[in-house]
């Protein structure tokens, strides 16, 4: 189990994040959800221990992270950033192999070289294994870098808008991945604009604005109401084959204060 109390953290002298309280667990599925600036990034880089709170606490099991090191933590979360910076000149089946690294001692076993061949292909990156990774398409990379979480074979994955670079087709297989991973007992946590996608995949939502949490829960708390103080927009719900799609309309009246 994660969990965050009273998790303050800022930029400077600017506050981003105000008195988080959050917990989730292995087999959980949580999409954070807000409008840009409301936190959601740097509530990731918290939970998985890149940022260290400026007040407040986060603990694996009831351990803060910062008692960790930084071998054992790597074993138990993996992180997926939104951008790469600059990227290591290797081949696609090297860097995912990287994500092996809490596990080798001195050189990779058959077992690692197991489990990045399996990571690869349930990410359908067989066929560019051996292509330099620089070459590749913002897409392509960012499927490799969630192979390289994947190879990290950890207890909890946080992804920063893991789809943003993605095709549509790509987006479901990525998604899909996920939702099996949850089902599996890996704790999944991911930042997510597209409410739809918070919706039908995510089994906990934490709505965040301005740096606090508005709501959290199932996906009954994408209300029209809670949506529109959130972002300021009208939504309309329409339920069909027990889903519901979230349509917006141009504004709406709520004080988002």
């Not at 800022?10 to 292995?26: C, D, G």
């Not at 940022?51 to 790597?74: C, H, I, M, W």
Request: aromatic residues 8%; hydrophobic residues 40%; contains cysteine.
């Amino acid at each position: 189990m994660i969990r965050a109390e009273n998790l303050t953290f800022a930029y400077a002298s600017e506050p981003v994040l105000q008195a988080v309280n959050l917990e989730f667990h292995e087999g959980d599925f949580v999409g954070l959800v807000g409008p840009n600036g409301s936190g959601k990034s740097t509530l990731i880089k918290c939970l998985n221990g890149l940022y260290k709170p400026g007040e407040g606490t986060v603990s694996l099991d009831f351990k803060q992270l910062q008692n960790f090191d930084s071998r054992e933590l790597a074993k138990q979360m993996a992180y997926v950033p939104q951008s790469f910076g600059r990227i290591m000149p290797v081949s696609v089946y090297d860097a995912v192999l990287l994500g092996r690294k809490p596990y080798i001692s001195w050189r990779p076993g058959k077992n690692d070289h197991k489990i990045v061949l399996k990571v690869l292909k349930s990410l359908d990156l067989e066929d560019i294994s051996m292509r330099n990774v620089t070459e590749l398409s913002g897409g392509q990379k960012q499927r490799v870098f969630i192979a390289r979480a994947l190879a990290q074979n950890p207890r909890f994955i946080f992804l920063d808008e893991p789809t943003a670079n993605l095709d549509l087709r790509h987006q479901i297989e990525v998604l899909n991945l996920l939702k099996r991973m949850a089902k599996d007992g890996i704790g999944i946590a991911i930042s997510v604009h597209d409410l739809n996608t918070a919706s039908r995949y995510c089994t906990k939502i934490v709505m965040l604005n301005q740096g606090k949490v508005f709501a959290q829960g199932g996906n009954e708390i994408l209300t029209e109401g809670n949506i529109c103080k959130l972002y300021g927009v009208d939504m309309k719900i329409i339920k069909q084959d027990n889903e519901n799609y979230y349509i917006p309309k141009i504004k709406c009246d709520y004080d988002r204060n």
